[in-house]
């Protein structure tokens, strides 16, 4: 049982170097890139980084490392916020980006086969020439790979859900070496233990993904864009509510405070009012895409919605949503020189304003700046929250606060996470979300796929 960090012999190093036809690298820029994510969780180094090309290859290092009770902590786009990716027991980083082979485009079946080191935006470039896209869209160009570990979402969940939902089967190592195919090419499943939607989200505790087949949609016709201000936080959240609560078929729905606006705008060049503001995006025929615009404006005004805007003009939504997606960046360039915690966590749809006005009542007795995003159509929000990385005990008042908003989010019936995952971040919170028993659940799950507690040890759960 992995329970303390593990440092590679030179003769281990050599043996892996064997088992793969990518490199093994020792270099230390090379083992800095990969100790860290775009969490604020202090960086920790690998032993090294191995590179596979192959199934066989992963196949090949996760038989060996399991014989010599060696951590295995896959690695994407490092794009992960709760630490998932930093190798907290040492051993190697399973760096799956060179595995970057779209395999298989199939418009007729609505699926795409991917390798796991294949990222977002170079996957829907080349679906587009097909008329087609993939759906799931955290905002980061992340690896494919890595969105399936962590059950990622994003802006489009409203509409085309999250990779639960969108992962049809895939290929995976286990922590010996077994190679396993999970579910079928077919939209549904009912034949046995639904083993992909227990690998999907699993953060690599319990399998290596090398393949993944994919469920893909034709672009719409038309898609438009909109935005409209509101005077409070809580206002632009009801009316997000209410929107969804009609059957309107939104595509997307953003909720940016004062404080995110400001900073894309200057981070974007971008010209908007400094009020809360909803994010729209719809998509459909001409037709229904203006009706849906229209009965949009219709509701918002009703909660103090103004400046309604919308446009069809595929270079304008592009750069709105573009402006959406740099939000985070926006505020880290807003602080130079300072890190970021970005918290995220889920509610009942009734419960949503509730839950933003607690957190931001919870932000603002502290003296860190804070901004409040996310995708309120599903109930999903984000807390920004700027810290000094030379400061060590502001990154510890930072995560009592976090966890102070985790633990009021639960008590209204909620999630602690919504999209970003578990990680090392919020394995308190798990328990306190699931309950004990539950946990032990999956620990035995753990314990039965990974005896030897090689794979991303010191996730999800302790």
Not at 303 to 315: A, N, R, Y
Not at 385 to 393: L, S
Not at 434 to 441: E, L, R
Request: glycine residues 8%.
């Amino acid at each position: 049982m992995i329970n303390k960090r593990v440092d590679l012999t030179p003769s281990q190093i050599e043996h892996l170097k064997t088992l793969v036809t990518g490199a093994v690298s020792t270099n230390e820029t090379i083992l800095d890139q990969h100790g860290r994510d775009e969490s604020a969780i202090p960086p920790v180094r690998p032993s090294a980084v191995v590179m596979p090309h192959s199934t066989e290859e992963v196949s090949s290092v996760l038989k060996y490392c399991n014989s010599e009770k060696i951590p295995v902590v896959a690695f994407g786009a490092g794009s992960s916020l709760e630490g998932h990716v930093l190798p907290l027991f040492g051993g190697i980083s399973l760096d799956l980006t060179e595995m970057n082979k779209i395999i298989e485009i199939r418009p007729d079946d609505l699926l795409v086969r991917v390798e796991p080191g294949v990222h977002r935006m170079a996957l829907n470039e080349k679906l587009a020439s097909n008329g087609l896209f993939f759906s799931v869209d955290p905002g980061a160009d992340a690896t494919l790979g890595g969105m399936a570990s962590t059950g990622a979402a994003g802006t489009t969940t409203v509409r085309y859900g999250s990779m639960r939902d969108n992962v049809l089967a895939m290929t995976a190592v286990m922590a010996d070496g077994t190679v396993i195919k999970t579910g079928r090419e077919t939209r549904k499943l009912s034949a046995g233990y639904d083993l992909t939607r227990l690998l999907v989200g699993s953060e690599g505790t319990l399998a290596v993904i090398t393949e993944l087949t994919l469920r893909v949609f034709g672009i719409p016709e038309k898609m438009a864009a909109a935005i409209v201000r509101f005077p409070t936080l809580s206002d632009g959240v009801t009316a997000a509510t209410a929107i969804v609560r009609s059957g309107i078929s939104i595509a997307r729905c953003e909720f940016l405070d004062a404080k995110c606006i400001k900073n894309v705008n200057a981070h974007d060049g971008l010209n908007l009012s400094e009020m809360p503001t909803l994010f729209f995006e719809f998509h459909g025929s001409p037709q229904g895409v203006a009706e849906d615009a229209q009965s949009v404006r219709d509701i918002v005004e009703e909660f103090g919605g103004s400046d309604f805007e919308w446009t069809v003009d595929e270079g304008a939504r592009r750069k709105l949503w573009q402006a959406r997606h740099n939000a985070y960046w926006a505020g880290i360039a807003a602080h130079p020189g300072k890190r970021a915690v970005s918290t995220d966590a889920a509610v009942p749809l009734s419960k949503l304003s509730d839950a933003v006005q607690t957190a931001e009542q919870i932000l603002s007795k502290h003296p860190y700046p804070f901004s409040i995003l996310g995708h309120v159509a599903d109930a999903n929000f984000h807390c920004f929250i700027v810290t000094d990385p030379a400061n060590p005990k502001e990154l510890e008042d930072v995560r009592d606060i976090t966890h102070e908003i985790t633990m009021k989010m639960i008590e209204m019936g909620g999630t602690c996470t919504g999209e970003h995952g578990i990680g090392s971040g919020k394995i308190e919170a798990l328990v306190e979300e699931t309950g004990a028993p539950a946990v032990s659940i999956m620990k035995l799950i753990k314990q039965t796929l990974d005896p030897n507690n090689i794979l991303n040890p010191g996730k999800v759960f302790n």
